[in-house]
């Protein structure tokens, strides 16, 4: 297919590599859609980095140190909140993929006609808990 969009090569790291290939194997999209869905993605925030850059080379040098010294101030502050996000994130997909274990158990168990496996009865006891006869008091030092 022909395309009249423009064509780069990158060029990733293996584990970066597979993870696309795994998505992309996953949810059927070509690997150059998925990276150019993530490029789209972070289109936004890397036009006001190309803006910001722009406008810094033609500061002078001292200016451009105070503001490097503000964004690291900014990014101390905001980078636990983006830890604790990824977290939560990290947290939902973990539940996401118990749930589905759990699922794809209960499909299989369907599917094969299997009966559902009964928990083990926990022994209930009634009384004192100890012997007939008597009450206890003696050997809990009452009389």
Do not use: W
């Not at 289109?43 to 140190?65: D, G, I, K, S």
């Amino acid at each position: 297919m022909s395309t009249s969009k423009p064509r780069i090569t990158i060029t990733l790291e293996p584990h970066a590599y597979e993870v696309v290939r795994r998505l992309s194997a996953a949810n059927g999209h070509p690997m150059s859609a998925i990276v150019s869905g993530f490029l789209d993605v972070a289109l936004p925030p890397m036009e006001r980095m190309v803006v910001l850059l722009e406008q810094a080379a033609a500061m002078p040098h001292a200016t451009r140190e105070e503001i490097r010294a503000s964004v690291l101030r900014a990014e101390a502050r905001v980078l636990p909140e983006v830890a604790s996000l990824a977290r939560q994130v990290d947290f939902l997909v973990d539940e996401s993929v118990a749930a589905g274990s759990v699922a794809e158990v209960e499909r299989r168990r369907r599917a094969t006609g299997a009966k559902r496996r009964q928990p083990t009865p926990v022994p209930v006891t009634r009384g004192s808990g100890f012997p007939k006869g008597t009450s206890g008091r003696a050997k809990r030092g009452r009389v």
